[in-house]
């Protein structure tokens, strides 16, 4: 009586097991291309349609579950990796089928059991169309891809190896048969598969070496890498299925370029899109694209680049508005699509899952090299100032540092849109002045520009020598050193003639003058006692004297003071250095006569007092003088010294 219950309790468990698996099925909701399909604008929407209900889920026999697994609207993607594991993890990513699948005891048998029908299958698609065998092909390699994880090829026992490997030999003479149906895709997993051993799987990586590439600015490129191991190629069934299934589950996407792994998204939008070379950049290497300032980022319509997710994990290049060309994956293809219809993946993809719509889009332009054109030094009258290579449709707002030439000497828009006018004002000395231009485009700040502009009748300078660095403020000497290149820039010298005098002066070891940059470079002849005398004719017929002394040479010195309404200058003695004293005679005080004293605002260069010294000690009144800093000089034949001193 207990064997007869038994026998029923298992029946009856058999049986309700039995139509549980029949009663259980799940269709997609949405069917790629439908009315429904198209009505979501990203995959990553569409995905979250396209999950099986979580009470099914459990109740669907593992069986079933592979047969809808294998008709995942988006399964193709799995075959865009070089890596096979990526392609597993990017279907577990974005289907909970797959993850589900993968918990079950019974999968190695299941799909030891598809494996062996393979044959049997393939030979009820001859009046298949070509998009169907494709589609036969891509479901195969996912069985494939499947049979390698770990959870099942554990639970293969001594005789499942076996058939396993019969089987895997058999699948491989019929794609040696039928080469219009499988690509190589399947010939490298299976490959693999054949590896098994005690198993243990051994797994294809893929080969690199790596490269030097330079971005546009000529900065090496990191993580650069060409592919130097044998290509994967498609099927004509491949292709065709491909590509209908890119035209119909992302709205009308087109195939550029079959799979490849010679370059990747980053390869593709960066490099191989300009130089039409391969090559993969791994690890983020891109982001010196735009670190360097080869691209700039801009709005949507300036650019040429699009870049996706908070870290820029994806890359496309711009077509138009509405067409991005991209690489899908590191062995995907390249395709034509819209701006959102991409697939929503992992790995190679996009490193943040569901990077849309959380992400958002950066967009790039090559950087134009925009400058500031215009005159640096204003003397007289007006410059005009434009943006060079200023892109369609941006605008330019101009502001100067100097306060009231920015008020009174700054017209916006002027002789034209987006230029400038800046006016000389008679009295009011801008030196030094920064020029900014603001480029917009649409209200969004793209660049900001800038030029040292200077209005003022006096020259306006800086030179080096050796460790000194100094302004240039005429008319006192230039410090220099001895033996050492003097480097000089000056607006004045633009358009300047240059020349050194020959009588009465030391010879320079070297010469070069650039009109067009503004710069002059002169060699101080070694252990010379004597000068370099520099004469310069600007470009507005100005005449200035530039005097390169060496500076240990001079040995005359003053003390310079201030009282109310004088500076006082107090010559020392020229050997010693040491004051002069009350009982000097005449000779001496005849002596300190032979200097002359000029006396220049250090801010405007302004000449306010020259004279010759009246004897040891000399006062020049300052009434009227305006505050601030001004410069002493004392000079005596080649000979001479200055000191600042402050009015207050």
Known sequence: MKLLFSLIMVFMCQYAHAQNEISTKFDFPIKAGDAKWNSYKTSYERNQVLQIPREKLGKLSTREL????????YLIEATFYTNSEDGINYLKSNFNGF???????????????????????????????LEEKGRFSYENYVVKLLLKQDIVTRSFNESQIKELLTELNSDMTLQKQHPEVFGSINEKIINELLSLNNGVLYRFNPSYSSVTIYTPENTAVPNAKSYTGEDVTNSPAEIAELSSHLYTAYNGATIVDNCTWKYDAPGWTWHKSVNNSNVCIHNHGEAVYWQDGSYIPVPQQLASRAAYGYNNDFSAVIESS?????????GGPRVKHHPTSLPNGSDSFFENLNFYPNGPITYYMRNPHCSINGAPLIKSGSATYSVNNLPSGCSVTWSLSDSYYNQNGLQQNTPSVNQCRITYLNGHYMKYGVLTAVVKYGGTTILTLTKTVSATPYFVGHYTSGTISREVLLP???????????????????GATVQYQTQS?????????????GTLSVGMPSNSSIPVLVDVTDSFGSQYNLVLLPSSLSSINADVSTEDDYIEVRILDFE?????????????????????INISNGSSGKIYATSHAEGRITRISTVGWPKGIYIVQVIRGKESVSKKVAIL
Request: proline fraction near 5%; aromatic fraction near 8%.
């Open 66 to 73: 592979l047969r809808i697994c294998l008709q995942y609207p």
């Open 99 to 129: 993850q589900e699948l993968l918990t079950r005891n019974d999968l190695a048998e299941i799909l030891l059991e598809k494996e062996a029908n393979l044959a049997k299958d393939f030979e009820a698609l001859k009046s298949a169309s």
């Open 322 to 330: 509405n067409w991005f060309i991209s690489k899908w994956g590191d």
């Open 476 to 494: 006192a000497p230039l410090e220099v050193k001895s033996g050492k290149p003097v480097f000089i820039t000056s607006p004045n010298l633009i």
């Open 505 to 517: 002066t030391a010879t320079p070891t070297s010469w070069y003058h650039n009109s067009v940059q």
């Open 576 to 596: 010693s250095g040491y004051d002069v004293a009350e009982s000097m005679n005449k000779s001496a005080n005849n002596e300190c006569q032979d200097c002359q």
